[in-house]
């Protein structure tokens, strides 16, 4: 009988082992959770008017990323604008930055692009949200 013990023990302690791993695995997979649109502690894309800064930061044929209100803005031709939500649609992280185009998100990779909002390299496969922009006095508002 004490031979069947430490096997009996061994088959628990696998098992909470197990246990374990898998709530840790859950809370992991919940850290990138983007349920309901809030990934990175805030919704992708405002919900009241937001201003970002000075149209002329933007450069024409260029884009700015303002990480802070969660959007990129870019400017295809001079005194229009376009705006996506800079919030990965992958996992909820901000973009950290844009490099020849395209924005970074720096949690798992992906890349978008900033004039379009389309995803170009994965895990993302939803392109970024469009966010209503316009320039009112100098000034970006978007929203």
Do not use: W
């Amino acid at each position: 009988m004490s031979a069947s013990q430490p096997a009996a023990r061994r088959t628990v302690l696998k098992g909470a082992a197990a246990l374990a791993g898998a709530v840790g695995a859950g809370a992991a997979l919940s850290a990138c959770s983007t349920e309901g649109g809030s990934g990175a502690g805030g919704p992708a894309v405002p919900k009241e008017p937001v201003e970002l800064g000075a149209a002329a930061e933007v450069p024409v044929g260029g884009a700015k990323l303002f990480r802070e209100q969660k959007i990129v803005v870019s400017c295809p031709a001079e005194g229009q604008y376009k705006a996506f939500s800079a919030q990965c649609t992958h996992a909820g992280c901000v973009l950290d930055k844009i490099d020849k185009g395209e924005g970074n998100c720096p949690c798992h990779g992906s890349r978008f692009d900033v004039t379009t909002g389309k995803v170009l390299r994965g895990p993302a496969s939803d392109p970024l949200p469009s966010v209503p922009v316009k320039a009112e006095n100098g000034k970006l508002i978007a929203g």
